[in-house]
């Protein structure tokens, strides 16, 4: 099958510019630039703000490249892990930036490729990465790890109740060399009553796998906090689209980590450890895309934004 290239919708475009309250002349960092779409548009209405762009895709990258051409001069683009930030922001001299975007997980591009086995939807070899140059696979994360762990990352990372029934089919089928056969492997032992469910018996197993395959939680840990070092402060905003809950809940408690001061139990008796706020909290509800952006774009729906800005930590009460 020839491959196909399905272009990826930017989420929630108006809401993103609104949340960063960037000014032109800005200092802007992408940290997901996927396609471009949110740089193109913030470089539309702001024409001489700087951006870096990261994506550790080097297929993105390339595309984004393109879509970007207009506004070559104002950015510098990496083909690096988002947890790299610091080191990529000394490179590309800036000192302070107004304004950071993680629009987080893959993008309709990396979905929708029907060699890379990010979805079910194609018969592809378990590659899953998006960097390419990554060793650790898919294959090796069904076909190498233990019963325990392959449990512990479908329950962890996909939230399926199932986790135990189908690490155990793996075990007793390896190898899996394919999303054909993976599929057809958790199909069979997922309750007939759900297989009629909306959404497909396979979709949290293969978001659990690609996100254990990518680290993605790990370096999202990295990278929010080494963001913070980076914003200007006072004002700096950071921008978080997330599509799972299991994202959702690390940025909202790093949120609310970090806009709190010392919330050591070790308090109560004495406590050393001098934590100080240094974000204030800007959207108290999550921000979710409007029914009309839905209808437009399904692939949207279960987007929601975090913001955060940061505060003159000596002020913070
Ligand atoms: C949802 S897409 C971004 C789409 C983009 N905002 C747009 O509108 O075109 C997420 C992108 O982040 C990239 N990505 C995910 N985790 C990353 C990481 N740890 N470091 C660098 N890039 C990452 C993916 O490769 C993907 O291209």
Not at 99 to 113: H, K, M, V
Not at 247 to 258: G, I, M, P, T, Y
Request: aromatic share 4%; net charge positive.
């Amino acid at each position: 099958m020839r491959n196909k290239i399905v272009e990826h919708k930017t989420v929630m475009i108006k809401e993103v510019i609104r949340g960063l309250n960037l000014k032109d002349n800005s200092h802007f960092l992408d940290a997901t630039l996927g396609a471009g779409g949110h740089t193109k548009a913030i470089l539309e209405k702001y024409p001489n703000t700087k951006v870096i762009g990261i994506d550790k895709d080097e297929k993105a990258l390339a595309i984004a490249r393109k879509n970007l051409l207009n506004f070559k001069n104002s950015i510098s683009l990496h083909n690096l892990d988002f947890s790299s930030i610091e080191q990529i922001a000394k490179i590309s001299n800036f000192n302070k930036i107004n304004g950071i975007l993680f629009d987080l997980g893959t993008s309709q591009i990396q979905l929708n490729d029907n060699k890379r086995g990010f979805s079910f939807r194609y018969n592809a070899p378990l590659d899953m990465r998006m960097d390419e140059k990554q060793k650790n696979t898919a294959h090796e994360i069904v076909n190498k790890t233990s019963e325990l762990e392959l449990n512990n990352i479908l329950r962890e990372f996909g939230e399926e109740k199932h986790s135990k029934k189908i690490a155990k089919a793996i075990i007793r089928k390896r190898p899996i060399n394919n999303t054909e056969d993976l599929t057809k492997l958790i199909l069979s032992v997922y309750p007939r009553s759900k297989k009629r469910n909306r959404i497909h018996p396979a979709t949290k197993s293969f978001q659990a796998i690609r996100i254990a395959v990518n680290s993605e939680i790990e370096l999202l840990k990295i990278a929010l906090t080494k963001s913070l070092q980076l914003l200007e402060k006072p004002g700096g905003r950071l921008v978080v689209i997330s599509f799972h809950s299991l994202e959702d809940r690390v940025v909202k408690h790093f949120f609310q980590h970090e806009s709190r001061h010392c919330i050591c139990p070790a308090k109560l008796i004495i406590c050393n450890c001098n934590h100080v706020a240094k974000l204030q909290i800007i959207n108290k509800k999550i921000i979710t895309p409007t029914d009309e952006e839905i209808d437009e774009n399904p692939s949207a729906r279960s987007a929601k934004i975090r913001i955060a800005e940061t505060i003159d930590s000596r002020k913070a009460s």
